[in-house]
């Protein structure tokens, strides 16, 4: 909650749902995660909010990009960032998608099995690649899935054979796991990525980089960590596991860098009970799982919500969205605790939702517009 | 999986994933929902999918429309509905919204609560209210939660509300749940209905219609009861809850309109597996979870995929999507049989998929465009 922001709605006063981002905030994660992490280069992940302004000030701060998708290449590069600042760091890549990255000067590529391996090889010869392994993600709360990486043995075996079709065999990628609230969580991949580098080594394979990817959580309900104490504990992994041989490391914060720089402003629509002695009240509101809060699946990512009757008594909400499906309901397994004087009409604002939310919103679901967004 | 699918496909072959709808087969759904139930009036839930194609194919046939928000109305108005034919269904209003309805000339709306019949009472003076009841959606496949409707008892006390302030109390309203497998689902639910039209009787209000809601399914891998069969299990049920004194009906059918109508086309991205021992493969395509398959959320829904390898060989795989994000995974639990043959490259065709699809897919998530969409 900035005073920028609440100036903004007081002023504008937007209509229906919207997000607003403080950007001084954005500006502020960025020189904390550089100031904590001198030696450490910065991919801000672009997924988590590729509005133009958010990227062109961090590629003025001299941040480089974790980019998904040829689209967000080119919004890195629209925002000012050089090729060489920009990272296809999406495993899951079509091929002709490749050679639209090699096009572009794209040099940094992550894979995660030999099939990505041999495509890259033909779409974007001679760049560099990481293999990203898997990592067990406890701590997080976002659920992580065996979806990206591979096994650590198996990652020697994907860099042996990107550096036999004659592409550098470049380093180590990993992720911790989403909204990561345990500091030592790196520990592991560390020592398995210090393994690989070792075994790639007795084979002439000099790997050069470690990226340890995101996690950074930002403030929901509960406090966090700082990033200070992120980065001593990674430091520390890295001269245990690395001694005095320490790699080259890369970030890549999305949910750290812009999670807590937006606030979503939304209105109740409706208030109710199912029958007379219902001990928990629904409160509906004008933005839900389809609108962009889809971090809620699951009951996930659990926003702060504030209201202007914050003080008085509260009592457990059923929380749920504007649309017509039964499944857009945000919190009801752990209610949500509201004020009893909160009434119809009100507003509310959702603290925390610079990251994952206007990207996730979908195109038109029940009529609804997307999220609308604005920078300041 | 139409002819002219096919050919459209053949001939156009668009670039990256696409739904394609064929008008002939949401014809014939029409045609039979019309033809099994004459005495009832079709309102199709256009949240299914409105495209301006679809609406306009089915207000030349005579339809109804049920409408969640101010921009479906529009839509249905545009498409060449007369506000006599259209309900705004959704029991979530704005009161803003309820006037715009007003204003467009909409007299039929939906409410589940007495704080919701009094927003309607205020913006729309004097039109028609149904309230909803829950209903326990056993035998449904898509999650139905107690988000919409109240309990009978309550609804008594909601509909005299209504009258008392002015409204007319029009009907009662119950949804059995979305693919609902259980013909006789509604049973349970009419009786609830008969229940209240004849205690509100009692009290001088006369109740005049019941509306049957959604629920009837599309063909996904399971065999599914003919359009008739629901027919003849709602006819027995109303004659067995209201006698001789049978209730003007409508029914909003959605996923059962135009859910066989479409497919869609996609591109397997990326085959591999986890470590050198691992049973399953993993298959990436270029849609999942936010760029469409939203429906696949806790694999409730599990589409047909036909490959041009089909007959060969199969084995499990798990299905993912092409974003950065650990939880686009389609089918992990269960993994989906494909064949062993089936290569990165290939074009995969997910049946079965023209409702609830490309509304729900994202605006732009990880760079992706939203669910491009032909309608033939």
Redesign the interface.
Known sequence: MTARIIDFLNTRRPDGPCLVVDLDVVRENYLTFAHALPDTRIFY???AN?APEVLALLASLGSNFD??????ID?ALAAGATPDRISY???????RDIAAAFARGIDLYSV??E??VE?VARAAPGVRVFCRI?CD?AGAE??????????P??AIGVLEHAQALGLRAYGISF?VG?QQGNTEAWDGALASAAGIFHTLAERGIQLGMVNLGGGFPTKYLKDIPGVENYASSIDAALKRHFGNRIPETIIEPGRGMVGNAGIIKS?V????????DDEVR?V?L?IGK?GGL?ET?DESIRYPIRTSHDGDAKTPCIL?G????????LY?KAPYELPVTLS??DEVLIEGTGAYT?????????????LASYII
Chains 1, 2 share one sequence.
């Not at 976002?142 to 096994?151: A, Q, T, V, Y």
């Not at 504007?322 to 309901?329: G, I, K, L, M, W």
């Open positions: 992940a672009v997924k590729p980019c998904a998708s040829v689209a967000e919004m760091g999406n495993t899951i890549k079509k091929e995660d099995c099939a990505e495509k898997l993600g976002w659920p992580l899935s065996r979806k990206f990486g591979c096994e043995e198996m992720h989403s209105e629509v409706l208030i109710s009970k199912k029958s007379a629904w509906y004008d389809f889809a699946m749920a504007p649309t017509c499906d039964s499944a857009d309901v009801e119809i009409g206007t990207t996730y919103s979908a195109v038109a679901f029940n009529g609804f517009q997307p």
